[in-house]
């Protein structure tokens, strides 16, 4: 089955500077890679997602990166502010014959002011 | 509109005890998820379904048991709970299995 290494788990950065949150996945199937941002208290929420015949997708001062080749892909947050303090996950979806969802394990940031 | 909507959220059962969650979710999606979520060991998927009456298990299915009779309601049900139990229990859906998935806000089982 699919699994989902998920780097940093904690991860602490000075208010402004960037953050990058690392995933690799093993299965070549997975097609699908969102990543979502779950604060204090609250169900994940989508913030930003790729799919494989893309390279790079970024919206405002989010971007995610996916190398197919070495299946991995990447959260980047730039000029980082304290409302970006969440636990944060990566997921590689199988939409295909075996339909699988596989999440990582989570990344604790911390933004400090 | 209210989304996705978990109840209860909160709940203490004692060990042997059986209990249902209710999810309901009003964007007519037809995929829906049953996720348990553990510290350090993220969300890991439970069951789920690809349509009305359908369900098919994840990678923790054992202890648990799930019926989606109407396409927007998901039950999920422990018919003799444990302490290994006690978790974070979430339910989402997709309109697709390659869309954003929708979160409900949780609800805290303790098994004691």
């Known amino acids: 089955g699919e699994n989902v290494e998920q780097h940093p788990s904690t991860l602490s950065v000075q208010e402004g500077d960037s953050a990058v949150i690392k995933c690799t996945y093993s299965?070549?199937?997975?097609?699908?890679f969102p990543w979502y941002k779950q604060e204090l208290g609250k169900g994940p929420q989508l913030i930003i997602d790729?799919?494989?015949?893309?390279g790079e997708k970024k919206d405002q001062r989010i971007a995610v990166t996916l190398n197919k080749t070495a299946k991995h892909f990447s959260l980047h947050i730039t000029e980082t502010q304290p409302e970006d303090s969440a636990v944060y996950f990566c997921a590689a979806i199988d939409s295909g014959g075996y339909q699988k969802v596989t999440f990582g394990t989570g990344t604790k940031l911390q933004v400090i002011p | 509109n209210a989304g996705v909507t978990q109840t209860p959220k909160f709940r203490v059962l004692k060990t042997g005890q059986s209990m249902t969650l209710l999810c309901a979710q009003d964007m007519n999606h037809e995929y829906m998820y049953w996720y348990r979520q553990d510290p350090g060991m993220g969300l890991r998927l439970i069951h789920y379904?690809?349509?009305?009456?359908?369900?098919a298990k994840g990678e923790v299915p054992d202890g648990y048991n799930v019926s989606r009779l109407k396409k927007q309601n998901f039950l999920l049900g422990l018919e003799s709970a444990a302490p290994s139990q006690t978790s974070v229990y979430f339910c989402?859906?997709?309109?697709?299995?390659?869309?954003?998935?929708?979160f409900g806000q949780g609800t805290r089982l303790t098994v004691v």
């Open positions: 299965d070549s199937a997975s097609n699908y």
């Open positions: 989402a859906s997709t309109r697709d299995l390659n869309t954003e998935a929708f």
């Open positions: 790729i799919r494989s015949n893309v």
């Open positions: 379904s690809v349509g009305e009456g359908t369900t």
